[in-house]
């Protein structure tokens, strides 16, 4: 694995390694970029007004138990009879993977709404804010760790799942695994499973990354630790002073 993985011939191409990782990331970007568009405002919906939770969880429920492979082949068959080109392909595979995303990009928006403090929006409404100045101002912000950890669980799910994308004769990093089961390769099958990880591991740093930049440091609790770090080295330093002192 380790040989084919360095191997500089492998990384160049149509069919290299750079490509299909590129092709990969393109996957998994349009889909959760279409997942976010539905899931996010939906989500606000429902934590702001709370109308339509009952059936904004079952749905979700629901689409997470729906296997992905089958829906994968089921969109292939119906919507490539359809749409002709490589659009009876490509929108069968976007689909498959905004529907894997949206139920955790929906579940951390609305839990995040959900759990703002109400004396928060209290506040909000006592200085004369309207409802969508709330939600906007307060509720949002408040919210964006979980929305954020609900964006990272689905591009997990995401990057790991668009390998499918290679067993309807598509791109992405699955291509690996089709072609070195196909030719008993397995080096480079071994080799396309290390590459999706450290795929999905960099692009969560990267997020764990910008979710820091984003997040206030009081909602993110680094304000508390820091306030706790600083508080024991003071006690430390005081004790160590009382001590001198009565030496």
Do not use: N
Not at 159 to 182: E, K, N, P, Y
Not at 199 to 207: R, S, T, Y
């Amino acid at each position: 694995m380790w040989g084919w993985l360095t191997d500089g011939a492998h990384w160049q191409g149509p069919d290299g390694i750079t490509t299909r990782l590129l092709e990969h990331l393109a996957y998994s970007a349009v889909s959760l970029v279409v997942a976010a568009v539905i899931a996010i405002p939906l989500g606000l919906v429902i934590g702001h007004t709370g109308r339509g939770r009952v059936v904004g969880v079952g749905v979700t429920g629901a689409m997470r138990a729906i296997p992905s492979l089958g829906l994968l082949f089921l969109s292939v068959m119906t919507l490539g009879d359809t749409w002709t080109g490589d659009l009876g392909l490509y929108a069968p595979v976007f689909a498959v993977l905004a529907i894997l995303a949206i139920p955790p990009i929906l579940a951390g928006t609305y839990a995040g709404i959900e759990q703002v403090d109400p004396a928060a929006r209290d506040a909000a409404k006592g200085m004369g804010m309207r409802g969508t100045q709330v939600l906007w101002r307060v509720e949002v912000p408040c919210a964006l760790p979980l929305i954020a950890s609900g964006l990272r669980s689905a591009t997990l799910q995401v990057i790991a799942t668009a390998t499918l994308a290679a067993s309807v004769s598509l791109g992405g990093l699955g291509r690996f695994l089709i072609d070195g089961i196909q030719i008993r390769d397995y080096p480079q099958m071994a080799g396309g499973a290390v590459l999706v990880a450290a795929l999905a591991l960099i692009v969560d740093l990267g997020l764990a990354g910008l979710q820091r930049l984003v997040v206030s440091p009081g909602l993110s609790g680094r304000t508390t630790r820091r306030t706790g770090r600083r508080g024991a080295d003071q006690e430390r330093t005081s004790g160590s002073t009382t001590e001198k002192a009565t030496a």
